[in-house]
């Protein structure tokens, strides 16, 4: 399944690079701009971003859950990326205001 149409880049392919960077380092934040820095893309209309955000949730859970982690650690951490999705799926972005809107 296509993850995101302006790099033609997997479900698959970004799952393969959160399990690579989580090999390396167990506790890592992985944010989508460092998944497309590790796969050597970027971010162009931003716009699959909170779903690669679910994704790297999807995929940060499924591999603790292998090396059986605490419970304790699992929430805090999964309430760093749900926090982090929330931000990505925000209503506004940093140069845009409320009052203005385009023609």
Request: with cysteine; net charge neutral.
């Amino acid at each position: 399944m296509i993850a995101c149409h302006c790099n033609i880049i997997t479900e698959s392919e970004i799952e393969q690079v959160i399990v690579e960077m989580l090999n390396e380092e167990r506790w890592q934040l992985i944010v989508p701009a460092k998944v497309y820095h590790a796969m050597e893309k970027r971010g162009k209309c931003c716009r699959c971003f909170p779903n690669v955000v679910d994704i790297i949730i999807r995929t940060s859970e499924a591999f603790h859950l292998r090396f059986d982690s605490s419970a304790v650690d699992m929430v805090s951490y999964r309430a760093k990326l749900i926090e982090l999705r929330n931000h990505y799926a925000g209503d506004l972005h940093e140069r845009q205001q409320k009052g203005n809107r385009a023609a």
